[in-house]
């Protein structure tokens, strides 16, 4: 048979995809409706995005021989659907060759496997821990569809220049990149300049398909994109939405040119970081098959913020907010958190807690006999708050969304059984200023595909009142911290930069101060390690990017 003639013209379909971790038979079906979608666009190739069959990361689950075998059997199943003289495909799927596993792409046409590549760098850094799991493959030649060497360096491979630079050696024409690249702030201009560094160094146009969804912790935020050999845009997805964009290259004289793709303006900065927060508190419902959410609305500014983005993923029907107040809330909180419940439009219910907390001080009166009250009887109140709202988890299903902040996390202002209690936290990663930023922008705008309503959804009292836990009497945060512009400043230099305590008072920081907050950080790591999972926005969130030791007697200066 004559091998087939190359193409002039080539229609890709780029599934910016949403799969979950461990549901093959799920990632299966939607990889067939994404591939039937693409042959109505008139695509001769789909593309997915990294370890789809798998989704992405699998972590140790990708070592279990029997899930490895499910996604090769989704795999085959695939191919033969591409019998039909549909489009090609290009799939992520673990795969194993005897005692080597590997992260791989596997080409599907003609009703079978017609080879796989490899990805060669392994990223162990961050979020990542890809050498813990997968061997490293061979250097890749092209793939060859409708006649067109393609070149399919995976996510990490395009980081350095070696897999790129064979692949222009080994006659790719045109680039396409599967990723499983996680979000965080300006994320987007970090990939842009990688991608740009590896066209200019090939001269080859490169597509750069990424996966959208949360998967625990991690967003990924899709934004899918091209850029041409001369480095010019070739065409932009949108962010945080699942999509299938066919885009068209043809072939002139100096190579091959992107003439038909979508041209859609991204959302940066606050409005990203609100757009990830809402997309991975929605799939982490979603996907562990929570009916909805209950969370305690205090009238303070995170649990407004946590509320609203609860409505914005999953409806006003879904979200259960509940006041617990004490003798120390007072007449404003009650007022404000109805408000805010009303502008959302959610169920809210009243639960005094004075029976709950006296109850336990009447059971421990003997044990604390002679003993001064202290921040043991405060934290009765919030285990008290969080015993009810687990106990309405457990009794209707919904789970609990816990919302304290970074700030609050960094110096252990939570307590641990009480309001840490919960399922979720889409706070988690964002520090106290940026609430009240957030709070600010949802006020103003409402992301596209929010299920909330328009217009002011946290009162403005909320945002403008000095934060309190409301405690004890007349207590206001700024009794045990600093002002939070300041805190906050300190712990961007500790948590983001591990900056060194003379860096910071060099900065303008009293020396003091600084050294009071790198011991909270390091006294408070018991804690953050029995935390709800919450969404990364920074580049550094508590979890898998800063791995400290609970038992760490380290301190910079002495």
């Not at 059997?73 to 489009?87: E, H, I, N, S």
């Not at 796989?116 to 793939?143: I, Q, W």
């Not at 967003?219 to 850029?227: N, Y």
């Not at 305590?501 to 390690?529: M, N, Q, S």
Request: aromatic share 6%.
């Amino acid at each position: 048979m004559a091998p087939t003639p190359p193409a002039d013209t080539l229609r890709i379909a780029l599934a910016q995809a949403n799969p979950t971790v461990g549901d093959v038979s799920g990632n299966l079906a939607r990889a067939r409706r994404m591939r039937a979608e693409a042959a109505g666009q008139g695509a001769d190739l789909i593309v997915f995005p990294e370890l789809f069959l798998a989704g992405y990361p699998p972590e140790d689950l990708v070592v279990k021989p029997a899930f490895q075998d499910a996604c090769r059997d989704a795999c085959a199943a695939l191919a033969a659907d591409t019998a039909d003289g549909g489009p090609d495909v290009l799939i992520g799927l673990p795969w194993r060759e005897g005692d080597r596993l590997t992260n791989a792409v596997a080409h599907l046409s003609g009703g079978a496997i017609v080879t796989v590549r490899h990805k060669v760098d392994l990223p162990n850094y961050g979020v990542f821990d890809e050498k813990r799991v997968f061997d490293a493959g061979p250097l890749p030649g092209p793939v060859v569809v409708r006649g067109v060497r393609l070149g399919v360096p995976i996510c990490e491979d395009i980081w350095t220049d070696e897999v790129v630079e064979c692949l222009a050696e080994t006659g790719a024409e045109l680039l396409l990149v599967p990723n499983g690249s996680p979000y965080w702030r300006k994320k987007a201009e970090v990939r842009l300049n990688v991608v740009a560094a590896r066209v200019v160094e090939s001269g080859l146009p490169l597509v750069y398909l990424n996966q959208v969804g949360g998967q625990d912790e991690l967003v990924f935020d899709g934004a899918s994109f091209g850029l041409n050999a001369d480095r010019s845009l070739a065409f932009q997805m949108r962010g945080f939405v699942e999509e299938v964009a066919t885009v068209a290259y043809t072939r002139g004289a100096g190579g091959w040119t992107c003439v038909e793709g979508p041209m859609a303006a991204l959302e940066e900065d606050e409005r990203a970081d609100y757009r990830a927060c809402v997309l991975g508190l929605r799939d982490y419902v979603a996907k562990n098959g929570f009916p909805g959410v209950v969370l305690g609305l205090s009238g303070g500014v995170d649990s407004a913020l946590a509320a609203a983005m609860a409505v914005d993923a999953l409806g006003a029907e879904k979200v259960h907010c509940v006041m617990l107040p004490y003798r120390y809330t007072s007449d404003e909180s009650l007022k404000d958190a109805k408000d805010c419940a009303a502008a959302l439009g959610v169920r809210y219910d009243i639960l005094p807690i004075a029976p709950a907390v006296e109850g336990l001080e009447a059971v421990l009166a003997e044990t604390f006999a002679g003993r001064e009250r202290d921040v043991t009887e405060e934290n009765l109140q919030s285990r008290a708050r969080g015993t009810l709202l687990m106990s309405i988890s457990n009794k209707f299903g919904p789970m609990v969304v816990t919302t304290g902040n970074k700030s609050e996390m960094s110096v252990g202002y939570a307590t641990l059984y009480g309001d840490m209690n919960g399922g979720f936290n889409p706070l988690k990663d964002l520090y106290k200023t940026e609430v009240f930023r957030l709070c600010r922008l949802r006020d103003r705008w409402k992301p596209d595909d929010a299920l909330g309503p328009d217009g002011e959804v946290i009162p403005q009292n909320i945002i403008d009142k000095p934060p309190t836990a409301e405690l004890r009497e007349n207590q206001k945060d700024a009794d045990s911290l600093p002002p939070y512009d300041e805190l906050d400043a300190i712990l961007d230099g500790l948590v983001e930069e591990d900056a060194r305590v003379a860096d910071l008072v060099a900065r303008g920081h009293d020396e003091a101060t600084v050294k009071k907050i790198e011991r909270l950080l390091y006294l408070a790591e018991y804690k953050r390690r029995q935390s709800a999972p919450g969404v990364k926005v920074t580049r550094r969130n508590f979890g898998r990017d800063r791995r400290y030791p609970i038992v760490n007697r380290f301190r910079d200066g002495g």
